[in-house]
């Protein structure tokens, strides 16, 4: 007979560990009789007790053959109970009352290392093979217990021990339960790595986060603008009002994003709107909301203002000069009391959020003419920054060029460079337009280009082409080229051809040096319509960008 034969035998198991399970002693004897065969006669029987045996065979193989007669008075040890037992993942040991370990699993042998089926749980402990005995607590307690247990092996182990009684209430049986936590306590530390992981990501998400709140693409080299941005640093960290100054398109937006970027309020929004770009109506329920039904066209549920909405924040109103002088008013109560007012609501809601004003006007001249409350002027003018224009700080020309090269690419995938004496041309040039202008400039002379390198000759062209109108005091117009010569207009033509080329000039100058169509259309003197068709009818819009 084969072990599988042996197996497969109606009366014998065996275990993973050579463990031979037989059913009585006579069936002891018939497997003596085929172990003895299978080892060719070299089994060695050391018989220990009533019904354990230990089989030396020729292989070298040791089984523990044991018999289930002993279980015979505990009903669930039949073959199938048997099975089931070994089928459950936890280690089962099952003692009498006298702490004799009369069953062990096949997954409590391999816990615990040890087949101690037979020996007492006592001898076992004074052997120094275990730390401790459930077994024996649940004995001395009659009750349940469940005690954290570690092994010689080092494992540890959750072991619960339950007292089964008879039907006169005497402890008959312990069941214990062993649970490898070696499994969760790697868990336990795999987590808890992985806790400490994701400490470190999001650590450095936020100093990326703060790193990028606080980059800013605000390039400058020049003393004259140093100085302005040394005054940003002081002013960011306190929360008062700044009035940004300077001409149109010199970076008073882009000094907001810095005074906001290194402010507390750093890590909530800053929320910008244009005082020249809304119509009035619309400019004081964007600033302050309003209740539901306060207008016609109003929503449904009312609407939060920009200063509730930028709570915690920072609020930039740029054009602050173009700002009615109603909403004036409204705004000044703003500063004062810290508190909005939604149209057609009497209820003030307090609001958190620093104020950065900008203008390229002359606010102090237009207090003078009544065009601009005095009392907000000196409200918002508690800190004045004044932003010079690129013209007086030259040295920031060709580092603004070469950060816009480097844009262009990041956007379109076109690099370029600008030869040196190109550079020149563009450093010696004035520009009424400001670094809004440089920035244009450069994007269209990147756009149209045809060759990888910038010449002076294509810059000189490009400026020559954007000739500021001046006008004399008899209002007749002249132009003045990049290097400030004022010469002729060469138009050639019928009347109407020379009338539509200046048109034309005139328009594309405007354009150049106003941030916006309306701005353009009021230095004009024309209505916004009417410059918007003439820019159509020129097609103009290709080549002009006339806001970022
Ligand atoms: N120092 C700078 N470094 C990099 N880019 C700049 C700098 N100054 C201005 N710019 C860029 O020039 C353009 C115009 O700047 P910005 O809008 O801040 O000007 P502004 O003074 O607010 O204009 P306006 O008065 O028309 O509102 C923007 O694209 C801005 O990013």
């Known amino acids: 007979m084969s072990i599988t034969e042996l197996h497969n035998a109606e009366h014998f198991f065996i275990m993973k560990n050579h463990e031979v399970i037989v059913k009585s002693d006579i069936q002891i004897e018939l497997l003596e009789k085929i172990l003895k ?11 220990e007790g009533h019904f354990v045996h230990v089989l030396e065979t020729s ?15 505990i009903d669930f040890m039949n073959p199938l109970s048997h099975k089931v037992l070994n089928s459950i993942s936890d280690g089962i040991t099952i003692c009498d009352c006298n ?65 089964i009684f008879d039907e006169d209430g005497e402890l008959q049986y312990v069941v214990a339960i062993t649970r490898d936590m070696t499994q969760l306590k790697l868990l336990e530390q795999e987590v ?11 650590n450095k998400l936020q100093a990326l986060h703060n790193k990028e709140s606080r980059k800013s693409s605000l390039i400058t080299v020049s003393p004259a603008m140093m100085q302005v941005v040394k005054r940003v640093m002081r002013v960011a960290e306190v929360d008062s009002t700044v009035l940004i100054g300077g001409e149109s398109g010199v970076g008073k937006e882009e000094i907001t994003k810095l005074i906001h970027a290194y402010s507390r309020r750093s890590h909530k929004q800053i929320l910008t709107i244009n005082c020249s770009a809304i119509p009035e109506t619309l400019l004081e329920s964007e600033l302050f909301g309003y209740e539901a039904g306060s207008f016609t066209g109003a929503v449904k549920g009312g609407k939060a203002g920009l200063f509730e909405i930028a709570s915690g924040g920072t609020v930039f109103l740029d054009e602050i000069g173009e700002m009615p002088l109603l909403l004036q008013a409204k705004l000044l109560r703003v500063l004062q009391e810290s508190e909005v007012q939604r149209i057609g609501s009497g209820k003030p809601i307090p609001i958190d959020v620093r104020i950065i004003a900008a203008t390229n006007r002359k606010l102090q001249e237009m207090v003078r003419e009544g065009g601009f409350r005095e009392d907000l002027y000196y409200r918002l003018n508690i800190i004045p920054i004044e932003i010079p224009p690129l013209r007086q700080r030259r040295k920031d020309i060709i580092p603004l060029v070469n950060h816009f090269l480097a ?77 400030g010569n004022v010469v002729t207009t060469p138009f050639a033509g019928t009347l109407k051809e020379q009338v539509a080329a200046f048109e034309k000039q005139m328009i594309k100058q405007a354009l150049s040096e106003h941030p916006s169509i309306r701005q353009a259309a009021k230095a ?25």
Not at 192 to 202: G, Y
């Open 192 to 202: 808890e790595k992985l806790e400490v992981q994701n400490e470190t990501f999001k």
């Open 524 to 548: 004009l003197g024309c209505d916004q319509s009417t410059l918007v068709r003439k820019i159509q009818k020129f097609q103009l819009t290709r080549h002009v960008s006339y806001k970022d």
């Open 407 to 483: 844009l262009i690419g990041e956007k379109y995938g076109i690099h370029r460079t600008i030869e040196s004496s190109a550079m020149k041309i563009l450093e010696g040039y004035d520009w009424p337009g400001n670094v809004r202008q440089l920035k244009n400039m450069v994007e269209r002379i990147c756009l149209l280009a045809t060759q990888p390198e910038i010449t002076a000759n294509t810059v000189q062209q490009e400026l020559d082409s954007n000739l500021i109108i001046v006008r004399d005091t008899e209002n007749t117009a002249q132009q003045q080229n990049s290097q």
């Open 37 to 47: 065969e299978y080892c060719k006669g070299k089994v060695t029987f050391e018989a």
């Open 99 to 163: 702490g004799k370990i009369l069953f062990q699993n096949d997954i409590d042998i391999e816990i615990v290392g040890m087949n101690l089926m037979g020996r007492y749980a006592k001898d076992v402990i004074d052997e120094g093979l275990m730390s401790d005995s459930i077994s024996m607590k649940v004995i001395e307690s009659k009750e349940k217990v469940t005690i954290l247990q570690t092994f010689i092996n080092g494992k540890c182990f959750l072991v619960s021990g339950k007292p």
């Open 59 to 73: 292989n070298g193989n040791l089984f523990n053959v044991r018999s289930l007669k002993q279980f015979s008075d």
